[in-house]
């Protein structure tokens, strides 16, 4: 892996999509790791707000001797801002990804990160991670890749393995039940790409690849399976276009 003068994993524009290219479904390889800060950037509306938030979110809610988890870490930005966001030493905080070249450049950015809080990173399936005695769970922009039949099924032991009190923190790209509302916001969604430098083939080269990996589902079905999976309340805390965060909280 190439370094920078500053010892982090060299980054890169996002150029995947630029030339024309043969349709192949989006997957998180080397690729697509090596460019991620700035694909994450400038293709998801909000995201720069969203991660400083996670941190006050997870600093309100985090209680001592508990765990705290970030599922689908990436480069662990939102790991990054959890950890700063935990006063306590007796804390474990796991960031857990199942593409082994986000896991391994995220290795290099916690080690970058001078802090004491210890980091375990996992490169392994959410679907099968170990949870418990969790305060704060963070699912950024990840559920949205999960095969849809089995998203209730991974909430259902998120919210089981949830203390009193505790939190998840989930941030997804969302549809719209009104046809009129759907064309608004997806237009908006790819003027913000515009804004942000990609062109029109890049955007439609990537919608094309991301249509049968990425499923978004409308707020009112967050809603719904978050409470049938146990959490007792949920509020939309964020949104921008399609674009929302959710803190969905249990009581007992
Ligand atoms: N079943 C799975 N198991 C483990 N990891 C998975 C799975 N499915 C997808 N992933 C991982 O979830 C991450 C989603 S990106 C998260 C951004 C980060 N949270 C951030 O705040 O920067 C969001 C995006 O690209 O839009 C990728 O790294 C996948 O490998
Ligand atoms: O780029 C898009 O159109 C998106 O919906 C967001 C996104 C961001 C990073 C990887 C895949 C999708």
Redesign the pocket.
């Given at each position: 892996m190439s370094k920078g003068k500053s010892g982090a994993p060299e980054q890169l524009t996002d150029r995947l999509f630029a030339t024309e290219r043969n349709p192949e479904d989006?997957r998180f390889d080397a690729s697509v790791a090596r460019v991620f800060p700035d694909?994450?950037r400038r293709?998801?509306p909000g995201y720069t707000t969203i991660i400083p938030m996670i941190e006050v979110i997870t600093e309100q809610y985090v209680q001592p001797a508990s765990h705290c988890y970030d599922l689908g870490c990436s480069l662990g930005a939102s790991t990054l801002a959890m950890r700063h966001g935990i006063p306590h030493r007796d804390c474990t905080l796991v960031g857990v990804d199942n593409s082994s070249a986000m896991i391994e450049r995220c290795e290099h950015y916690i080690a970058l990160d001078d802090h004491e809080l210890p980091v375990t990173l996992r490169c392994e399936d959410i679907l099968e991670t170990e949870l418990s005695r969790a305060s704060v769970t963070t699912l950024n922009?990840t559920l949205q890749f999960v095969p849809p039949e089995q998203r209730l099924a991974l909430l259902t032991r998120i919210a089981k393995a949830t203390l009193p009190g505790g939190v998840l923190i989930l941030s997804e790209?969302i549809r719209f039940e009104s046809e009129t509302e759907q064309d608004i916001q997806t237009r908006l969604?790819h003027e913000f790409?515009r804004a942000n430098g990609y062109s029109d083939l890049e955007i439609s080269q990537?919608?094309a690849a991301?249509e049968k990996v990425?499923i978004p589902e409308t707020l009112a079905a967050h809603r719904d399976r978050l409470i049938q999976a146990g959490f007792d309340q949920v509020l939309v805390w964020y949104q921008c276009f399609n674009f929302v965060s959710i803190l969905a909280l249990k009581n007992r």
């Open positions: 989006f694909m994450i293709s998801v922009f790209k969604h790409k990537k919608r991301i990425l």
